[in-house]
């Protein structure tokens, strides 16, 4: 099993729709969650960090559910702009790096 | 504020040559350093990363080698190129392991 699995997709959605991915992680100890998002042969960027309440910001919101090792990714009114790769990144414990995950690509069409 | 410089952005070698990629940080001190590769299409594979100058960890054994001369730069080398070298290679600093990384611009290097 791997350590931090992401469907590959694609989500192929509307303009405006509300879509979600979600990331499940294989270690019970993990400790810090980002989201990152990558477009088409660039670098991947720091999206959100994921906090265990739970955070918006703006379009976006994370979630944690610890109990069932998961991290959600909710993406409000999507914008033709937000067609990227969602990449799910977990470390394990406090001295650990990160592991990221395979990537889930999001395409919005007009 | 600080920056992450890698170069160059795109390399073509043939096969058996030689490779020296190299990464620089900007404003910060002692940052943790990573090299990643990505192939087409797949997800980012962590080659090395560094706490500090001269200490190297090599997560994938390969023909390639990690360097760090100075306290903000990574250097990226092989002797002799193999064409499963291909990808897009990354560069990324954080302050500490647990922290997000941010990642410079990245080489894509086509093997002939």
């Known amino acids: 099993r791997k350590e931090v699995e992401q469907d590959p997709g694609p989500f192929n959605v509307p303009e405006g729709a509300t879509v979600a991915f979600n990331c499940t992680y294989s270690n019970s100890a993990s400790q810090s969650f980002f989201w990152y998002r990558q477009d088409c042969r660039k670098e991947p960027k720091l999206l959100m960090s994921v906090y265990s309440s739970g955070n918006e910001d703006g379009r976006f919101t994370a979630q944690l559910n610890r109990a069932s090792q998961y991290i959600s990714l909710l993406i409000r009114d999507s914008k033709l702009s937000d067609s990227a790769t969602y990449l799910c990144?977990?470390?394990?414990?406090?001295?650990?790096?990160?592991?990221f995950g395979g990537g889930t690509r999001l395409m919005v069409k007009p | 504020s600080q920056t992450i410089h890698q170069w160059p952005a795109t390399l073509v070698q043939p096969v058996g040559s030689p490779l020296s990629l190299e990464c620089t940080v900007e404003?910060?001190?002692?940052?943790?350093l990573y090299w990643y590769r990505q192939a087409a299409g797949r997800g980012l594979q962590l080659l090395f990363y560094s706490v500090g100058i001269g200490q190297i960890s090599s997560e994938v054994p390969q023909n390639l080698s990690a360097s760090r001369p100075q306290d903000r730069q990574f250097i990226l080398s092989s002797k002799k190129l193999l064409l499963s070298d291909s990808g897009f290679y990354l560069c990324a600093w954080s302050t500490y392991n647990n922290q997000p990384q941010h990642f410079g611009d990245g080489t894509r290097l086509s093997i002939l």
């Open positions: 404003g910060t001190s002692n940052p943790n």
């Open positions: 990144v977990v470390t394990f414990n406090a001295g650990n790096m990160l592991t």
